[in-house]
């Protein structure tokens, strides 16, 4: 178990963002393992993350238990267990710091595209097995690397124009089913080691109170004030990361 004050230092406020992700501010899910990754290797930041995700996803659940889109669902889930493959035969291609670089481009890319998605939200308001099984695809790959798999979801999920709630169930679980999916190959591919799952263990009593955390502020803050702060603290992580992966 990880003891470094700098890794729960990250780690803390990265479990509590995760926990509001769920109460439908989507954007922040995939700041989590950029933050512990400026602590620790990505890999590990991931293995440590799963266990929590898919325990952030059961509470988060709790609330829209049943108010989820069947149908959506059922065209994103092929495209995201064919990326989850990719992944996981891909699994120890890449360097750390190349990995460290990757990451680090896909949350640069995301507040990118949160900047376009006025237009990209006049693209379709209808269902496209294709364009779903492309951005779910991308979605199961970068989450297996990163649980970095909300943009590319988010780009099929707003132009559909969802209720508010049933745009929050809908992705709430379509990412219970990814992760749960994710457990597998994580399993087999040793990311879940008595270590990463001890510090899991550690963190695991911040998911609730994050998931709270993220109804009060529902409530309470300004959504686009909020986005756009979460956004900016994103983009510097990303921008470390690069900077990172690039130096090495």
Same mark, same amino acid.
């Given at each position: 178990?990880?003891?470094?004050?700098?890794?729960?230092?990250l780690?803390?406020?990265?479990i509590?963002l995760?926990?509001?992700?769920?109460?439908?501010?989507s954007?922040?899910g995939?700041i989590?393992?950029?933050?512990?990754s400026?602590?620790?290797?990505?890999?590990?930041?991931?293995?440590?993350m799963?266990?929590?995700?898919?325990?952030?996803?059961?509470?988060g659940?709790?609330?829209?238990y049943g108010?989820?889109?069947?149908?959506?669902?059922r065209t994103?889930?092929? =495209?995201?267990? *064919?990326?989850? %493959?990719? &992944?996981?035969? +891909? /699994?120890g291609?890449?360097?750390?710091d190349?990995?460290r670089?990757?990451?680090?481009?896909?949350?640069?890319?995301?507040?990118?595209?949160?900047l376009?998605?006025?237009?990209?939200?006049?693209a379709?308001t209808?269902?496209?097995?294709?364009? =779903?099984t492309? *951005?779910?695809? %991308?979605? &199961?790959?970068? +989450? /297996?690397?990163?649980?970095?798999g909300?943009?590319?979801?988010?780009m099929?999920?707003l132009p559909?124009?969802?209720?508010k709630?049933?745009?929050i169930?809908t992705?709430?679980?379509?990412?219970?089913?990814?992760?749960?999916?994710?457990l597998?190959?994580?399993?087999l591919l040793?990311?879940?080691?008595?270590?990463?799952?001890?510090?899991s263990?550690?963190?695991?009593?911040?998911v609730p109170?994050?998931?709270?955390l993220?109804?009060?502020?529902q409530?309470?803050?300004?959504?686009?004030?909020?986005?756009?702060?979460?956004q900016?603290?994103?983009?510097?992580?990303?921008?470390q990361?690069?900077?990172?992966?690039?130096?090495a």
């Open positions: 178990m990880s003891t470094d004050l700098i890794f729960y230092a780690a803390i406020p990265a509590l995760t926990g509001v992700s769920k109460s439908g501010f954007a922040l995939g989590a393992v950029p933050l512990m400026l602590a620790i290797a990505p890999r590990q930041a991931a293995g440590i799963l266990p929590i995700l898919v325990l952030t996803d059961i509470v659940l709790r609330a829209y108010r989820w889109d069947r149908a959506i669902l994103l889930i092929p =495209g995201s267990l *064919l990326g989850i %493959l990719i &992944g996981a035969l +891909s /699994f291609t890449f360097s750390e190349a990995i670089l990757l990451i680090g481009v896909i949350s640069v890319l995301f507040v990118v595209s949160r376009v998605l006025p237009a990209l939200t006049r379709t209808s269902l496209s097995f294709l364009r =779903g492309c *951005l779910s695809g %991308l979605a &199961g790959f970068t +989450s /297996f690397v990163a649980h970095a909300a943009p590319p979801v988010m099929y999920l559909l124009r969802l209720e709630v049933t745009y169930a992705n709430n679980m379509f990412f219970f089913i990814t992760n749960l999916v994710k597998v190959p994580y399993a040793g990311q879940l080691s008595a270590s990463n799952l001890s510090s263990l550690v963190l695991t009593p911040l109170l994050g998931v709270f993220g109804f009060r502020l409530r309470m803050v300004n959504e686009v004030w909020f986005f756009r702060i979460a900016a603290g994103l983009l510097l992580t990303g921008l990361l690069i900077w990172q992966g690039t130096r």
